[in-house]
């Protein structure tokens, strides 16, 4: 296995200024046994004490120890001497006319992210995210303009899970059965702010959290996590998680992609395919998919899709066509209609699914490539992002 790839940025540790109490929210279950061990828990109990507190915790969704009616009174009190369960702040909430809901949300240091639940027919879909701010500099992407200033913890990514889950009511009744089916959340894109294969055990560790079947039980086929391409990560990424992979590829040279996804000139589009031809056989997954923003006049040719065609050549693979998302001073405008349906029936007559992406939460900047948190945004006129942008 090569070695992790890592970026000169920090992540906050896990005890929390307020009183010096340790976070158990983002603790793996050997964590928390140490953990439990350390406060004198005997060694022959821990197993099923992790297995109390981590129902609590993530299947029920409580937060106060005195409420975990199955541990003794004695256990409980440790409990609240020396842990907490808390999440990071919903600082404002928006919902768009199209019923998609951005939550502002402040983590430990005051910064902030955006997280945005995107309601479908039969299903709901949470868009995470893993850094405040991203490093990528992608240049169609409101969230590159904002600078990278840390990794989330695996407690502020599944925290992220658990407070749309507050918002949504969706913890069972005591006494319910664990049932994923039916739920308004039901699906996780590891697609917010920041790339998450820079962030990968800090990603990896929230999302076997969010897969636990004795917590919050979303199998791995509901996961997908969305990459520009971290080549060395991908194989990480099938043998620790194996959840479904996307592509954040938009282009079909080098040329453009170095200028659209810069991470492009570290890894070039041939190495990234060869990763992923690989990734469907280690993980067993159906298929690959394929994000391809649409850009009027720089990658939504017919000799694009044409070549398209050639590239996913031998890889399992669906292409979602996502109209490009304007935010103020972006230095692209989206294809017109014609021109995307175009490119799409292209793909479709090669045999490759190409679902056209219909935009959500646009009227709160919530839509795909708009997330940036709102301090960010403030600090930032419309002129000096132009000005970045080159225009």
Request: aromatic share 6%; proline share 5%.
């Amino acid at each position: 296995m090569s070695a992790p790839v890592t970026q000169d940025v920090h992540t906050i540790p896990r005890r929390l200024p307020e009183g010096g109490a340790t976070n158990l929210v983002g603790m793996t279950r050997d964590a928390l046994r140490e953990a439990l061990i350390a406060i004198g828990v005997p060694g022959k109990q821990a197993k099923m004490r992790v297995n109390q507190v981590w129902q609590w915790v993530y299947h029920w969704g409580v937060r106060d120890f005195d409420a975990m009616t199955n541990l003794s009174k004695g256990f409980r009190a440790d409990l609240a001497r020396h842990f907490t369960v808390a999440l990071p702040e919903v600082v404002s909430r928006q919902v768009s006319t199209d019923g998609t809901r951005k939550y502002l949300v402040r983590i430990a240091g005051g910064h902030e992210v955006e997280t945005v639940y995107i309601p479908e027919e039969g299903r709901g879909t949470l868009c995470v995210s893993s850094q405040v701010g991203c490093t990528l500099t992608c240049s169609f992407c409101h969230t590159g303009t904002q600078r990278l200033v840390r990794n989330l913890t695996a407690g502020e990514i599944v925290g992220q899970v658990m407070l749309a889950r507050d918002d949504l009511g969706e913890w069972p009744e005591k006494g319910a059965a664990n049932d994923p089916t039916g739920r308004l959340l039901s699906n996780i894109v590891l697609m917010g702010m920041g790339e998450p294969l820079y962030n990968f055990e800090n990603v990896r560790d929230a999302m076997r959290i969010v897969m636990d079947g004795e917590g919050i039980a979303l199998g791995r086929r509901r996961i997908t996590l969305s990459t520009s391409g971290v080549v060395p990560e991908i194989a990480r990424t099938a043998e620790e998680i194996g959840c479904l992979l996307a592509v954040s590829f938009h282009a079909t040279t080098d040329a453009v992609r170095d200028q659209l996804v810069p991470i492009n000139k570290r890894w070039n589009i041939d190495t990234l395919l060869d990763a992923l031809r690989e990734y469907p056989k280690a993980t067993n997954s159906e298929r690959i998919t394929f994000e391809y923003v649409m850009l009027d006049g720089v990658n939504d040719s017919d000799a694009d899709a044409h070549r398209l065609v050639e590239l996913l050549d031998g890889i399992p693979a669906k292409v979602n066509l996502i109209p490009f998302n304007e935010w103020p001073g972006a230095p692209y405008r989206r294809s017109s209609n014609n021109r995307i349906r175009a490119f799409a029936t292209i793909l479709m007559q090669a045999g490759y699914a190409s679902p056209i992406r219909t935009p959500r939460g646009e009227d709160i900047m919530a839509a795909c490539g708009q997330l940036k948190s709102a301090t960010e945004r403030a600090r930032r006129s419309r002129a000096q992002i132009a000005a970045e942008a080159g225009l």
